[in-house]
C-alpha cells in the first residue's frame, strides 16, 4: 500500500523561502519517478518539480527553475522554494508514479499512479 504525505507548508513573506516534504512509503524507490504538482484556487494542477530515483536526474518547470530543488533522502522527499512570490500561492501534492514506461521529466499528472494530500503554501 502505497503512501505519500505531504508536511511543511504554510504562510511566508514574498522572498522567503519554504521547505516541504514527502514522506513516502509502499514504493520500490529505486523504480520511481517522483514529483510535485501545485494548483490554485481556479487553476489548472501544474508540474513544479520532478526527480527520477533510477538516475537522480532532477527537473523543473515553469516560475520553479532556479528557485526550487527537488531531493530524495531515503523515503523523504524535499521540495526546497526559495524567492518565493504571490503567485507560488497554492496547494502542492507530491505524486509518484513508475519510472518506467514515461519519461520522468515529461510525465503529466494524469501519468502519476499515486498522490498525497497536499499542503497549503500561502505567500503574500
Known amino acids: 500500500h502505497v503512501q505519500l504525505v505531504e508536511s511543511g507548508g504554510g504562510s511566508v513573506q514574498a522572498g522567503g523561502s519554504l521547505g516541504l516534504s514527502c514522506a513516502a512509503s509502499g514504493l520500490s524507490f529505486g523504480d520511481v519517478c517522483m514529483a510535485w504538482f501545485r494548483q490554485a484556487p481556479g487553476k489548472e494542477r501544474e508540474k513544479v518539480a520532478s526527480?527520477?530515483?533510477?538516475?537522480?536526474n532532477t527537473y523543473f518547470f515553469g516560475s520553479a527553475r532556479g528557485r526550487f530543488t527537488i531531493s530524495q533522502d531515503g523515503a523523504k522527499n524535499t521540495l526546497q522554494m526559495s524567492s518565493l512570490k504571490a503567485e507560488d500561492t497554492a496547494m502542492y501534492y507530491c505524486a509518484a508514479r513508475s519510472r518506467y514506461g514515461w519519461p520522468c521529466e515529461s510525465s503529466p499528472a494524469s501519468n502519476f499512479d499515486h498522490w498525497g494530500r497536499g499542503t497549503q503554501v500561502t505567500v503574500s
Open positions: 526527480i527520477d530515483l533510477g538516475d537522480y
